[in-house]
């Protein structure tokens, strides 16, 4: 395997845990702009991770050092924008002083935050009945940073937005899209939840064959007209495969090409994402602009890979830059799909997870007759054969996908922990 580059990355900055998780509920931050003035690399640090966090993307932030004398002398002359985020290691009294000499130069609609060293109520008070939107004593982590802009400016009275997974093979004809649009049906009919699935192989794509569909419309028509596109028009485009599974369909014809700008596809996934709560995105196995957007925003990557070494390779290189372009995301999900094709020889699992850092979701035994049968009728495998054990492993990673269950693999390798300590004993 010398030709593979399977160096593990270690640019990667390590998030706590409840971090990881408080990110992963938040929505994201519109398109605002923030200045954020620092005294010291501790503060400005977290500022700028967290400009580059994937819920920042729309917002415009920039990092000045100098704190608010800076920006006193900055606003002096140039306009203020949304939010100034302000760190300041005065003492309670002097800083309201100085926050007192800001307002004079500040727009009404700003929204200031403070970051201080002092823990003291008075200071609180004081800040809170001058208008400023939050004081945050130091030290600061960037969740926090990227929660408290969200906390201002992410409306909590619109619609929830539903939650995006993404679906990619590691390589062609893996079964990335046979398992996307089979997870998708068993999360709308487990959690009798409404789930969009976006089939965005416009050329070739699948699902409106495996979900036994023949749309006049559908993502085509979105995404060549994405000024019309609102949860109005986006209803109009929808077939309904089952009572809560809705899909935009690809064409699949060649009469013209498809070629993307990079933020192609996002108002069409932020829209589906405010009509339902689960938006399943079947994403072709490509790398290019749009591909790539639509991974890096998305809340779920799930990557399907056959075990043999050109997957390997490629399933490599995709969480590792996956993992680097999404920072404070947990890495993308692994399944491996088409296990045990006779007189194939494979990749055993451990050694394809191994480099990866990345236990799979779920095994998916090769089974042709059931795979086969159950496309050739337009028919979903938990319709075919509801007790067969692949439909109990997708039931599951429907589950996990969801946020609801932690995966069985994990559990297992805690089983196997307490049989290794009991064979030792022994
Ligand atoms: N575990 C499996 N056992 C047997 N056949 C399978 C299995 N998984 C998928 N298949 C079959 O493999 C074929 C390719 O699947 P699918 O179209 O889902 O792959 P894909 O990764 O989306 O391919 P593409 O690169 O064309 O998008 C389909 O005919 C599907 O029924
Ligand atoms: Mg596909």
Redesign the pocket.
């Given at each position: 395997m010398s030709n593979l580059a399977l160096d593990t990355d270690s640019e990667i900055v390590d998030l706590e845990e409840g971090d990881v998780a408080a990110l992963g509920a938040l929505r994201p931050v519109p398109r605002i702009s923030v200045q954020a003035f620092c005294e010291t690399e501790s503060v400005a640090n977290p500022i700028e991770r967290a400009a580059s966090d994937r819920r920042m993307t729309k917002a415009h932030v920039k990092v000045h050092m100098g704190g608010v004398p800076t920006a006193i002398e900055f606003y002096q002359s140039a306009a203020t924008p949304n939010l100034i985020i302000l760190e300041s290691r005065e003492e309670p009294r002097q800083l309201i002083a100085s926050l007192q000499r800001l307002a004079e130069v500040c727009d009404q609609s700003t929204r200031v935050v403070v970051i201080g060293h002092y823990n003291d109520v008075w200071l609180y008070r004081e800040l809170m009945r001058t208008g400023i939107s939050e004081y945050v004593v130091a030290p600061i982590s960037m969740a926090d940073v990227v929660s408290v802009i969200a906390a201002i400016f992410v409306d909590p009275n619109a619609a929830p937005i539903g939650r995006s997974i993404a679906?990619v093979?590691a390589?062609?004809?893996?079964?990335?899209?046979?398992?996307?649009?089979n997870v998708a049906w068993a999360m709308s009919t487990l959690f009798t939840s409404e789930v969009v699935v976006a089939d965005m192989?416009l050329a070739?794509?699948?699902a409106n064959i495996?979900f036994d569909q023949d749309p006049a419309q559908g993502i085509a028509e979105a995404v060549f007209a994405p000024d019309r596109i609102d949860e109005v028009y986006l209803d109009r485009l929808l077939a309904q495969c089952a009572e809560r599974l809705s899909l935009l369909a690809a064409p699949s014809t060649l009469d013209r090409t498809y070629d993307f700008d990079a933020e192609a596809f996002s108002q069409l996934i932020d829209t589906a994402q405010r009509t339902a709560p689960c938006v399943v995105l079947?994403v072709?196995?490509i790398w290019c602009g749009w591909s790539k957007t639509t991974l890096t925003q998305a809340d779920e990557i799930v990557i399907?890979a056959t075990p043999e070494l050109a997957n390997l390779r490629n399933t490599k290189n995709l969480v590792d830059t996956l993992r680097r372009l999404r920072p404070n995301d947990p890495p993308p999900r692994l399944i491996i799909?088409?296990?045990g094709?006779p007189k194939r020889p494979e990749i055993s699992i451990e050694d394809f997870a191994e480099p990866l850092g990345i236990e799979p979701l779920a095994v998916?035994?090769?089974?042709?007759?059931?795979?086969?049968s159950?496309?050739n009728n337009g028919r979903m495998l938990g319709e075919m054969d509801a007790q067969n054990a692949?439909v109990q492993s997708i039931n599951e990673m429907a589950h996990v996908l969801t946020g609801r269950a932690e995966s069985r693999q994990r559990k297992k390798s805690g089983l196997e922990g307490i049989l290794e300590r009991l064979k030792i004993k022994r």
């Open positions: 679906f093979g390589k062609g004809g893996v079964g990335s899209s046979t398992i996307a649009h192989d070739f794509g699948t495996n079947d072709p196995h399907t799909n088409q296990a094709v998916i035994p090769f089974e042709p007759q059931l795979f086969g159950a496309s692949i």
